[in-house]
């Protein structure tokens, strides 16, 4: 197996912060990590003369390349060094073209700048940012070589999927001066001479690609030493202060994007406040829920808040006062009250709004490609495209119908006010009585609506690992707890008097100038949570406990790594077995974890997949600090000099206290058993 880094950087660019580049660096790099070839990649440029220095200075395949800023994506373009003139003058064409860290080039500058792209690596960020699109992958699907992913979890879920790129992993990294530690990412393939043509031809074949060079996908590399950890469920074992918290810090200093549940972090101490931050924490995860519950009731706050009652009262006292006094001054009236277009009501027009969104319905159904073979077989395609042109043409003839109301209604109005000048008449103020009634409908259905939501109810319960999270809505008890829910400092004590009139509540929270109008719907109802536990009954301070570190284990799949420092410092052996372990295990499926752990229930029985022991050793120069590591099943764990220690003594005494403890534990066991 051959070690490679085909990304690397060593010029900053316009992608880049400012670095100094480190040609010793980079030779320390390839040496410490033993890498058999690299490709120097920087963004939208080619340095020849610096690369034929990198070529002299290190005595592997060193690989000429770019990083193109392609269609809003990376795509690393490496090529075989046969002429290097000849690939600096077509990468100075990319450098022409982009400008900014935001310029990008199309596949077609790609093809014309290159030529045959048959004739290099053609590398994607795939899971990856900025990753390449499926459009983009689509057009370069004939020349990719692989897929670049930037994590250990995402190389295996990448590489399981047959239908997917072969994915590398690559440093992507900056040779300054001041790197370190240096980088651990790299990738494995197999063959024999390292050749351009050899590696284009085994990273096409994702058998013969990994993260480590003996055990594949199993293992990759962590620490710049040579340190490997299982890319599944890793079991850290040690005495006291050998080095095992330690050991989980480096790891969390890696460029990997880390999740770290520490060593008593999760147990409470202050019972208020942590009940305090319980409630928070169950409030943030479970604030998508609420948004999409209150989802249609903020379409009908959005439309009541453009209603105005006392508006429209004015309105209608106006318009009877002038129907009256229009009324008495009946024989009165001159020859310019009498003009017919004195009096005049203007025409109404149409709201098309939802012939709009039919439209846009009808023709999402007629684009649809997923279930097209279901649409058509219920209805004719011919069908919906008359339809669509049918409703189009509606649209079209009642938005003209529209515009030409509108343009009479400007001249009625214009006229009537030059009437208006000329005569002491008293005009009738126009008013949509139709207006003013459904704006009173929609008050008394929104009053209806707010009144129900603060009727006390439970509106979801969800199970998670045992327990039940319920969540219930009601009123809310004063203005301190709107002040809570509003998260602004503002006074709530003149809205919440109005509290019992809905529409009065909405308008005097719309005269408070630090609310956010657009999260008003948010404050009519107070939504809290409770999390019952197996019995029904809410969760004691212990069980709280447990169901925060069950979250945040859960949490875990959000991130690229999980470690978790002694979960046993915390909680009881039975729900470790039943539910810790059981999570761990089935998140270790899919990404690296990292466990900590003096408890033969957890550390024996969760199922690891490589175990690791930190030692602390006294030698002649003074104490120092040792890793060991191997599967389950070996009967020696090794350190990366050679040295072995037995895997059962090392179980034994980090899990048991020893096997004579462990014997005389057992002889007890078995003389209370009935």
């Known amino acids: 197996m051959k070690k490679i880094d085909l990304h690397i950087h060593t010029v900053p660019t316009l992608s880049d912060s400012h670095f100094d580049f480190s040609l010793q660096k980079l030779v320390d790099y390839v040496s410490n990590a033993q890498l058999d070839a690299i490709a120097i990649t920087n963004h939208n440029a080619f340095d020849a003369s610096q690369f034929r220095e990198i070529a002299a200075a290190i005595d592997i395949s060193v690989f000429p390349g770019i990083e193109v800023n392609l ?20 990468c100075a064409k990319v ?33 990856k940012g900025p990753a390449v699109s499926p459009p983009t992958l689509n057009k370069l699907s004939p020349y990719v070589t692989a897929g670049e992913v930037d994590s250990p979890k995402k190389f295996i879920r990448v590489a399981k999927d047959v239908s997917r790129l072969t994915p590398v992993l690559f440093s992507d990294s900056r040779m300054r001066d001041g790197l370190d530690p240096l980088p651990t990412r790299q990738t494995y393939v197999d063959c024999g001479d390292v050749t351009f043509q050899a590696i284009k031809t085994v990273l096409r074949d994702r058998q013969k690609v990994a993260l480590s060079p003996n055990d594949g996908n199993r293992l990759f590399q962590i620490f710049e030493d040579g340190q490997h950890i299982s890319t599944g469920l890793n079991v850290l ?77 004015r309105d209608v006292e106006k318009f009877v006062s002038t129907l009256l006094a229009s009324a008495d001054e009946i024989d009165k009236q001159d020859a310019f009250s009498k003009t017919g277009l004195f009096g005049e009501v203007e025409f109404s027009t149409s709201d098309n709004q939802t012939l709009k969104e039919l439209i846009e319905s009808v023709r999402q159904v007629i684009e649809n490609i997923e279930f097209r073979a279901t649409i058509e077989k219920h209805i004719d395609r011919n069908s919906l495209q008359r339809l669509i042109i049918d409703l189009i043409s509606q649209y079209w003839t009642r938005t003209l119908d529209n515009k030409k109301r509108q343009f009479v209604n400007r001249l009625v109005k214009d006229i009537k006010d030059n009437l208006k000048l000329r005569t002491a008449a008293t005009q009738i103020e126009d ?5 003013v009634a459904m704006n009173r ?29 319920e969540a219930r809505q009601g009123r809310y008890r004063g203005a301190g707890d709107i002040k809570n829910a509003s998260k602004v400092r503002a006074a709530f004590s003149d809205a919440f008097a109005s509290y019992e009139s809905p529409y009065e509540y909405l308008l005097k929270l719309k005269n408070i100038d630090a609310l956010n109008k657009a999260d008003l719907h948010k ?10 536990n197996r019995d029904g009954l809410e969760v004691s301070g212990g069980e709280r406990s447990e169901f925060r570190l069950l979250q945040e284990i859960k949490d875990a799949q959000n991130f690229e790594m999980l470690l978790v420092d002694e979960p046993e410092s915390s909680f009881d052996n039975l729900f470790l ?77 980090s899990l048991e206290a020893g096997v004579e403890a462990y014997n005389q534990r057992k002889q007890g066991y078995d003389s209370i058993k009935d």
């Open 523 to 532: 404050l009519f109802a107070q939504f809290r949570y409770r999390i019952l």
């Open 71 to 90: 269609e809003k994506a990376h795509v690393l373009l490496i090529a075989s060094g046969d002429d290097i003139p000849d690939f600096e003058t077509r």
């Open 441 to 469: 409908q929609k008050v008394r259905r929104f009053s209806e609506i707010v009144n129900f939501l603060k009727t006390e109810a439970v509106i979801s319960k969800e199970p998670i690992q045992g327990f039940m999270i």
């Open 95 to 127: 450098t022409a073209q982009i400008q900014s860290s935001n310029d990008f080039i199309s596949f077609e500058d790609l093809v014309s700048h290159f030529g045959d792209l048959n004739n290099y690596l053609i590398i994607p960020h795939y899971e």
């Open 577 to 653: 077995k039943s539910d810790v372990n059981q999570i761990i295990r089935e998140i270790s499926q899919s990404m690296p974890v990292v466990l900590v752990t003096h408890n033969s229930t957890v550390g024996a029985s969760v199922g690891a997949d490589y175990l690791i022991y930190a030692a602390k050793e006294s030698t002649s120069s003074g104490v120092e600090f040792q890793l060991y590591s191997g599967y389950p099943t070996d009967q020696q764990l090794r350190s990366l000099s050679g040295v072995t220690v037995p895997n059962h003594t090392v179980v034994m005494d």
């Open 237 to 313: 074992l040690g005495s006291r202060s050998s080095g095992k918290t330690y050991t989980l810090e480096q790891i969390a200093k890696t460029d990997y994007k880390v999740k770290f549940i520490r060593q008593f972090s999760l147990v409470q101490q202050d019972e208020e406040a942590y009940e305090k931050e319980f409630e928070r924490d169950v409030q943030r995860q479970k604030g998508n829920f609420i948004d999409s519950y209150l989802s249609g009731f903020k379409r009908i706050v959005d439309e009541v808040l453009k209603v105005d009652l006392e508006a429209d009262n």
């Open 431 to 435: 008013v949509d009585l139709y207006d």
